[in-house]
């Protein structure tokens, strides 16, 4: 079992308002990270995630407890020396004015340089490295403004990896990309994990994404207290649910439901990816797709029809054929008396 | 019968003469016809002012209130006593003689000295920037008040004070005069634009414009006469100097980044010359200041004889190069001929330069050729002028 | 089937040296126009003979040599450290605020320093003493104190307000709000001073570079060159500043730290010279905008020498313009530089509507 980057004990965060007593968003957090790790954090807003992130960066005072960084209590260490250990990225857009993508990387090595700021050969190779992990290159020479948010971003994660820190922290890194940057981002940080031996937190609200890449979750309900696992495991304990116990988590498919469960059944005669999305189809008009026999009416059945995929829906009196999923969806509507059990 | 004739005519004596001091000559009984001005002042040098005498007023114009002005200012001086005249509607109606009088400028207190009118003074603008041993003394006294400068003059005060008349000077910048405040609120203001005559004796002879409020045209005839003799006799001691022997002058001093020096055609370029003097700027036409920086100054000035500066606070050469190191180049410096005229300054700022000079200029000539030509003066004492040590 | 991304090539990599032929291309430039300050004049004296006077000879009148040694080279020398103080200054306040408009003038800076001035000059009481042309070298420190304290003080209180401000528009008008309350301070003192005094002070508002004597300059030189060396320490934890204060803590910046170097370089800068020359406008924002666009760079390494070049070189064609060789008069400095520095300050709020992109020039 290799040591833990950063380990936590009795903490607990929060913020002190001027005057007032401190307020406590969670306490008794009891974390670790590894290196080599992807971790996730997730949890509906007002949890605190972005007081945690923070808590665990350095930008902010612990309430309670304690934070270890490589052994050492955070608080110990200079900002020199903790450069050298953990780089963030942060949510927001900064304006880095006419930099060029290489030369805001290069501030990555900030902690490494003289005086005068000036790289050495080592230091440039460091930075072609982080460039070139992020896939970036092409960028090198581009100013930052004439960048797009996705590609903006991974300018910024460069900059944290050419810090070469044991530790990335990222702070809702994907907030502003769209679904294949997002993709592609949390595919580069599970790589950068795996292959530079880094540990990686980072908070997000894709579920989904942290799902399938997170080595480990974090998850922070309202109120706490945090549960750490898995993603599978979190799922199967049931702490999903939990945690966003107002909106269903449906276990089966790692999404959730979008409306309660529909009421009438219909059989589904049919296979493979077109009865897996026919049945979504259903549901989303309000039917649902039931363990009934395929003799059953009403039933809608797939079928190909030269070279082309059809539906047949089969009420007690009629058949309807439909040529598209949208059609069949009217057909339900129409002839299907949504009261009728 | 006689202690109590004897006991009367003093009491009336007394009486006359507190009436007199309290209505300073008003006319009991007008009669019409009567020539109430026996004297009637004529001007020698000055053009800027003209003065009318009919039998019971006097009608005063001052012709350029400020240089390039294109009003005139009329004074109708009505003899205290005696009905005023129709007509003139646009001149100001002054009873004369002033009782009660507030000079805002300082160039008019030694009118008032050598008019021997300075009992009627009963305010100031600002005592700190007077010299006047006279003045200082009434201000000592409690008899002075001080109501500022220009525009920003303290107008409930000068109401209060009751004043007859107000002496000021105006410029060309109509927001910064005293007088249309003045006139709003219908106190008699003159203006006297004494700086605005060509010559210094013309500027000296406004000395009469003051007196016909006081009706003391004699005493300021005989003054001018005097002084235009005397003026005359100086002039006289040099005119005859060859250029050779005539030492360059120049005068002035750097303010930040400016030297102001005088115009060619200006007050102090005419004594430079009358004192047998070669003023550096001679060929510059105006009477105004030019504003020229310290290397066009130095170019032309730095192997100059005399240096006459103005400036307050200079009472040695160490002085001088305190302030700035560039005037040790200049030519003066090493001969040590460098003269201020700050040899009159009392102890809060007031230098008699501004003051009792303007009306003896015969005094500020005879300073100027003991600098430049000491041995056809021995007896005479620097006044206005002193040498920096 | 060859992939596209390989037959394209990838760009080389950027050389992140100093682009020394700019920089020596500018000192050329700055070198020129100094020589053209010491030329020009309202006395004419011939450019062959300026160069002897330079070299030690002696010129064809006498007058040539005192007017080009103790007249024009003080005032050219500092009119270069004036433009590169201001210049610097300006550029290490719009990365402080990271505000493109900061420069010590705007906010309130200059004015906080003439505050201390005014209490030097005209706070030490009536008639006869405290006249700013009057004070020796021990004065003269007390000057440049009270102005750079001044200045810092200033500059201390914008920094402490604006920290909990974020939005750019607010700090500037709480520069202008200081500049106001100052000046309103110093009127109060101007209103108990006596005339020469208040000349002395209202001339000196105008700016100038004349008025520096070699003394003066023994003094205004050193703290100048100090205030430039720090902020040339600086332009690594400036870089870092651009990213704004939470990245640059987590790259290591020691953030009081550095703000504090950062005060004391721009205060020193601003203070200085607004003690010898006046506060004089626009050169502090200007030059770094110019500096960004022409090298297309926001790099601190190469901002601050060329800003502190560029400075010295327009403040030196700004004293010449102001100067109107060939004729006797002058202009006010200040006016030159503000008709220099509106329009560039307004080319660079039309070019970005948005202000905070006009970081970017």
Redesign the interface.
């Known amino acids: 079992m290799t040591d833990s980057i950063l380990q936590t004990s009795g903490l607990g965060i929060g913020y002190r308002p001027k005057n007032l007593a401190p307020k406590v968003v969670a306490a008794d957090i009891d974390v670790e990270l590894f290196p080599g790790e992807l971790v996730c954090l997730l949890g509906p807003n007002g949890a605190g995630k972005s007081t945690l992130m923070r808590t665990l960066?350095g930008?902010q005072q612990p309430l309670a407890g304690a934070v270890d960084l490589i052994g050492r209590n955070l608080q110990d260490f200079?900002?020199?020396?903790?450069?050298?250990q953990?780089?963030?990225v942060?949510t927001e857009r900064?304006?880095?004015?006419?930099?060029?993508a290489?030369?805001?990387v290069?501030?990555?090595r900030?902690?490494y340089?003289g005086?005068?700021?000036?790289?050495s050969e080592a230091d440039?190779r460091v930075v072609?490295w982080a460039l070139t992990s992020v896939g970036a290159?092409?960028l090198?020479?581009r100013?930052m403004?004439e960048l797009s948010d996705g590609e903006r971003q991974k300018i910024m994660i460069a900059r944290a990896l050419a810090?070469e820190p044991k530790l990335i922290v990222l702070d809702e890194p994907t907030a502003f990309l769209d679904l294949p940057r997002r993709v592609e981002l949390m595919q580069l940080l599970r790589q950068l994990a795996r292959e530079t031996g880094r540990a990686i937190l980072l908070s997000t609200h894709d579920l989904d994404l942290a799902l399938r890449s997170a080595d480990r979750i974090w998850l922070l309900p309202i109120g706490g207290p945090l549960q750490v696992g898995a993603p599978e495991d979190l799922v199967l304990s049931g702490a999903f649910q939990q945690t966003f116990a107002e909106i269903e988590f449906e276990s089966h498919t790692g999404s959730f439901r979008l409306q309660p469960q529909p009421e009438v059944e219909i059989a589904l005669v049919g296979q493979g990816l077109q009865a897996l999305w026919t049945r979504r189809a259903m549901e989303r008009a309000g039917f649902r797709a039931g363990n009934l026999s395929a003799q059953h009416r009403p039933r809608v059945e797939i079928s190909e029809e030269q070279g082309q995929t059809t539906w047949h829906l089969k009420t007690i009196h009629q058949n309807h054929r439909c040529t598209s999923l949208y059609e069949l969806v009217q057909s339900l509507h129409d002839n299907i008396n949504q009261d009728q059990p | 019968m006689r202690c109590t004739n004897l006991y009367l005519s003093v009491l009336l004596l007394l009486f006359s003469f507190h009436t007199a001091q309290a209505q300073q000559n008003c006319v009991e009984t007008y009669e019409p016809g009567r020539d109430y001005f026996p004297h009637k002042t004529r001007l020698q040098h000055a053009k800027k002012f003209s003065v009318e005498y009919f039998a019971n007023y006097k009608v005063v114009t001052v012709l350029t209130p400020w240089p390039e002005a294109k009003e005139q200012l009329q004074y109708v001086l009505v003899q205290c006593g005696t009905p005023s005249p129709d007509g003139y509607p646009h001149a100001q109606r002054i009873q004369i003689p002033a009782g009660r009088v507030i000079s805002m400028s300082t160039t008019q207190l030694p009118h008032l000295d050598i008019l021997d009118a300075t009992e009627s003074l009963i305010a100031v603008s600002d005592i700190k920037t007077i010299h006047s041993p006279t003045v200082n003394r009434r201000f000592e006294a409690g008899n002075l008040a001080q109501v500022g400068h220009g525009a920003s003059v303290n107008l409930e005060l000068v109401l209060e004070l009751e004043t007859d008349l107000v002496m000021a000077t105006a410029t060309a910048q109509a927001q910064y005069n005293a007088h249309p405040v003045l006139q709003q609120a219908d106190i008699p203001v003159i203006i006297n634009a004494e700086y605005t005559e060509a010559s210094v004796l013309g500027r000296a002879e406004w000395i009469k414009f003051t007196a016909t409020f006081f009706n003391k045209e004699r005493t300021a005839e005989e003054h001018i006469n005097d002084i235009t003799a005397q003026y005359a006799a100086y002039t006289a001691l040099t005119r005859d100097l060859p250029t050779e022997q005539r030492p360059t002058v120049f005068g002035g001093a750097l303010w930040r980044d400016i030297w102001y020096i005088s115009g060619g055609k200006s007050y102090p370029a005419q004594l430079i010359e009358d004192a047998g003097g070669l003023y550096l700027w001679a060929d510059d036409d105006s009477r105004q200041s030019l504003a020229l920086d310290f290397e066009s100054v130095y170019d032309r000035a730095h192997a100059g004889d005399i240096w006459l500066t103005m400036h307050n606070q200079w009472q040695t050469r160490a002085d001088i190069v305190a302030a700035d190191e560039r005037y040790a180049g200049f030519a003066t410096y090493a001969n040590g001929r460098l003269y201020n005229a700050n040899a009159r300054l009392n102890e809060h700022g007031g230098n008699d330069y501004w003051e009792s000079s303007t009306i003896e200029p015969h005094i500020l000539l005879a300073d100027l050729i003991k600098i430049f030509h000491p041995d056809r003066l021995p007896d005479h004492q620097l006044k206005y002028y002193q040498k920096m040590k | 089937m060859e992939d596209i991304r390989d037959i394209a090539e990838d760009p080389p990599w950027p050389d992140s040296g100093l682009r020394w032929g700019a920089l020596i291309g500018l000192a050329m430039a700055l070198l020129g126009s100094f020589l053209l300050s010491l030329a020009m004049g309202s006395v004419s004296i011939p450019l062959a003979e300026v160069i002897a006077i330079l070299w030690g000879e002696s010129p064809e009148k006498a007058s040539w040599g005192h007017i080009v040694l103790s007249i024009r080279l003080p005032r050219a020398l500092t009119g270069i450290l004036a433009g590169a103080a201001l210049s610097v200054s300006g550029l290490q306040m719009q990365t402080l605020f990271r505000n493109p408009l900061a420069d010590p003038f705007i906010l309130g800076i200059s004015a906080g320093a003439s505050l201390g001035v005014a209490l030097v000059v005209l706070g030490t009481g009536a008639a006869s003493a405290g006249l700013l042309i009057n004070l020796g070298l021990g004065g003269h420190i007390s000057l440049v104190a009270a102005a750079v304290g001044g200045a810092a003080l200033v500059l201390g209180l914008v920094m402490a307000v604006g920290q909990r401000v974020q939005h750019a528009m607010t700090l500037l008008i709480l520069g202008l709000m200081f500049g106001y309350l100052t000046s309103a301070l110093v009127s109060v003192l101007l209103y108990f001073s006596i005339p020469e005094q208040i000349q002395t002070y209202v001339v000196w508002t105008l700016g100038s570079f004349g008025s520096v004597t070699w003394s003066q300059l023994r003094l205004l030189a050193p703290v100048i060159l100090l205030g430039l060396g720090i902020a040339h320490i600086l332009a690594k934890p400036l870089n870092a500043l651009l990213l704004g204060p939470e990245y640059a803590r987590s790259l290591g910046v020691g953030l009081r730290q550095s703000r504090g170097w950062i005060i004391v370089s721009a205060a020193l800068l601003a203070g200085a010279v607004t003690a010898y020359c006046g506060p004089i406008g626009f050169l502090g924002v200007a030059v770094p905008h110019l500096c960004r666009a022409l090298f297309r760079t926001s790099n601190h390494r190469l901002l601050l020498p060329t800003s502190a070049i560029l400075g010295a070189l327009l403040a030196l064609v700004a004293d010449l313009v102001a100067r109107l060789p060939g004729s006797q008069a002058t202009l006010p400095l200040n006016a030159v530089t503000s008709l220099i520095g509106a329009p560039v300050v307004t080319w660079i709020i039309l070019r970005r509507h948005n202000l905070r992109q006009s970081f970017s020039a």
Do not use: F, H, V
Request: a positive charge.
């Open positions: 960066a930008l200079s900002p020199a020396e903790l450069a050298r953990l780089s963030l942060l900064i304006d880095t004015g006419n930099l060029t290489y030369s805001l290069a501030l990555g900030y902690p340089t005086w005068s700021g000036r790289l440039e072609r290159k092409a090198a020479n100013n403004i810090q």
